[in-house]
């Protein structure tokens, strides 16, 4: 098996890119994270990255000013030199324009806080306790012009608990997120699979999967 070159967007503490980077120490996963790029040079997420041996860059979307194209031109030419094949975007806090997204179509993915098409954008947890949902969870996507619209590879559910709040929900999700991720990552790269449920507990949370086999 020939390994699909991943490249990892992140913002923040990169969570999610670490239970990528995780999943890729196992031979069989089908992806080879390459390179970790974030538009914050400060982000947790890149000295986990380099724990995990994984190269790392940063260029800082700020000093671009309002031409979002010209900084992911800076993304695109860094994600091109390592030979990236496939992004994901792992808490990456930037609106990509149609040029990046027609330029990855099919090969970048996003993970995002909702079971979609229920609340894109932010605040997720806090729309969800709003309304008084019973069930929260996650979704992994392909990435297409529409913020948080495209195609649907995956979820996750988790119960909504008397008590929760945005904080104790989000927590919850993410176990779900880290569960479901490499997942869905590990389809794309072997091009398909069909969605199945299964059930899971991660440190004490139940985790209901709707995903191809991983
Ligand atoms: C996650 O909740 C992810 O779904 C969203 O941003 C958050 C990033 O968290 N897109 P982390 O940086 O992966 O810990």
């Known amino acids: 098996m020939t390994r699909k070159r991943?490249?990892?967007?992140?913002?923040?503490?990169?969570?999610?890119?670490?239970?990528?980077?995780?999943?890729?120490?196992?031979?069989?996963?089908?992806?080879?994270?390459?390179?970790?790029?974030?538009?914050?040079?400060?982000?947790?997420?890149?000295?986990t990255a380099r724990d995990y041996g994984v190269h790392t860059a940063a260029i800082d979307h700020k000093i671009y000013g309002k031409d979002r194209e010209a900084f992911e031109r800076a993304v695109d030419a860094e994600l091109k030199k390592a030979g990236v094949e496939m992004i994901a975007l792992a808490g990456f806090m930037r609106v990509l324009t149609p040029w990046f997204v027609n330029e990855w179509a099919g090969r970048l993915i996003n993970i995002h806080p909702s079971l979609l098409p229920l609340y894109p954008g932010v605040d997720t947890h806090q729309r969800c306790l709003d309304a008084g949902d019973k069930v929260h969870g996650c979704t992994v996507h392909q990435v297409t012009a529409g913020v948080d619209e495209g195609p649907v590879i995956g979820s996750a559910e988790v119960d909504v608990l008397a008590g929760d709040t945005p904080?104790?929900?989000?927590?919850?999700?993410?176990?779900?997120?880290?569960?479901?991720?490499?997942?869905?990552?590990?389809?794309?790269?072997?091009?398909?699979?069909?969605?199945?449920?299964?059930?899971?507990?991660?440190?004490?949370?139940?985790?209901?999967l709707y995903a191809p086999k991983g």
């Not at 990528?20 to 890149?46: F, H, I, Q, T």
């Open 167 to 208: 904080a104790t929900l989000a927590a919850r999700v993410l176990k779900a997120e880290h569960l479901l991720y490499p997942r869905c990552l590990a389809a794309v790269a072997r091009k398909g699979g069909t969605r199945a449920r299964e059930d899971s507990v991660v440190d004490g949370v139940t985790v209901r």
């Open 6 to 47: 991943l490249g990892i967007l992140i913002s923040g503490r990169g969570s999610n890119m670490a239970a990528l980077l995780m999943a890729a120490r196992n031979p069989a996963w089908p992806c080879e994270p390459v390179l970790v790029l974030s538009n914050k040079l400060d982000a947790g997420g890149l000295d």
